[in-house]
């Protein structure tokens, strides 16, 4: 009798307990599909994330863990891997854009190579981000900065900065490494996210409008990002004769660094621009008797189009009017503060083209 009722007992407390599972489960699923079309997930992390962790990681690694490498194309536009090398830092931002490259940083013993640094300013963000296996859609940051030094001045001194705000991105992801330049410590922090990219930061730093007689019209324009920037999609327009506009040409201009659009470049005054490109063909900039520029009232506009369609931008505008008084041989260098104010232009004469 009484072993009886302890099976019924023992049967009864299983079937509760299986009662109680079947019904932990269900929760569970409903649990799981409720934050599932709610958007939420059980777990530290989001998989967009976690995909940028990897990213964020595996990019660093290749930037700081060797010395990088650059493979030209050769007359046919196919990779011209016999001539492939790495030392990527000794050509300019024009021939790196005709190849393929990966900038590594590493030196000997591990160390920051500062030589392959600078040469960071000869590759663009798009070569960057496709060096390092980037998925086309990512767009980076990259700071460099001294943590640590002797010198109490350098301690937090940018040896590199440049890319996209994390700001405007939906997902991020930030990787960090510390490497030695000789005594000190380096900081490179390397953010992959999915800002967006945003056209290079060139300006108008000078121009001449009306040259001496026989001499070009000229225009000197600077690219103030840390990175190269593709001229391919810039232009350059004036508002006298009905309004011209052109684009400037291929090539690339490195970081920091300023070209000469020149009406022409054979008789074009250079002291220091690595890029000179002739915009006299086009009509945009005249040569001697040949007026392109009004001196007494005219607009210069920097435009760029971003690869693949139709809509252009204008970046910057200079508009004057007679009261500038723009007179012979005198050039305007830009002062900062807003182009289109006569004040914001110092006169100088003769002008510095190619020189900042």
């Not at 569970?28 to 995909?51: C, E, V, W």
């Not at 990966?102 to 920051?112: K, N, S, T």
């Not at 900081?187 to 945003?198: K, N, Q, S, Y």
């Not at 693949?308 to 723009?326: C, E, F, L, P």
């Amino acid at each position: 009798m009484n072993t009886a009722r302890q099976l019924a007992d023992s049967e009864s407390g299983m079937t509760a307990v299986i009662e109680f599972l079947t019904a932990f489960v269900l929760f569970l699923i409903i649990l799981t599909a409720f934050f599932s079309l709610a958007g939420l997930q059980l777990g530290a992390n989001h998989p967009t994330t976690d995909q940028l962790d990897d990213y964020a990681l595996q990019s660093l690694d290749k930037l700081t863990g060797n010395e990088g490498w650059y493979t030209p194309n050769d007359i046919y536009g196919e990779r011209d891997v016999a001539n492939a090398t790495s030392e990527w830092q000794i050509y300019n931002a024009t021939e790196l854009l005709d190849g393929a490259v990966q900038p590594g940083l590493a030196g000997d013993l591990g160390q920051l190579d500062t030589v392959k640094l600078a040469g960071l300013k000869n590759v663009t963000q798009d070569q960057f981000i496709r060096g390092l296996g980037l998925p086309s859609w990512a767009s980076i940051n990259l700071t460099i900065r001294v943590s640590e030094s002797d010198d109490s001045n350098r301690i937090g001194l940018f040896l590199f900065q440049d890319g996209a705000s994390r700001n405007a991105s939906a997902n991020s992801a930030v990787a960090h490494r510390l490497m030695m330049l000789d005594s000190e410590k380096i900081e490179i922090i390397l953010e992959v996210h999915d800002a967006g990219r945003t056209p290079t930061d060139l300006v108008i730093t000078e121009f001449m409008a009306e040259p001496e007689l026989g001499y070009p019209e000229w225009v000197e324009v600077q690219n103030r990002d840390g990175f190269a920037a593709n001229l391919t999609g810039w232009g350059l327009g004036r508002a006298s004769s009905g309004g011209v506009h052109t684009l400037v040409g291929n090539g690339a201009l490195a970081g920091g660094d300023v070209m000469l659009l020149s009406g022409k470049p054979s008789l074009q005054e250079n002291q220091g621009a690595e890029v000179i490109l002739d915009l006299g063909q086009s009509g945009i900039l005249g040569l001697g008797a040949i007026n392109g520029l009004n001196k007494f009232e005219d607009t210069l506009t920097l435009t760029w189009t971003y690869p693949g369609r139709a809509q252009t931008y204008d970046t910057m505008a200079v508009n004057w009017v007679s009261n500038w008084n723009i007179d012979e041989d005198i050039a305007l260098d830009w002062l900062e503060g807003e182009p289109s104010e006569s004040a914001s232009w110092q006169r100088n004469f003769g002008g510095t083209p190619g020189l900042l």
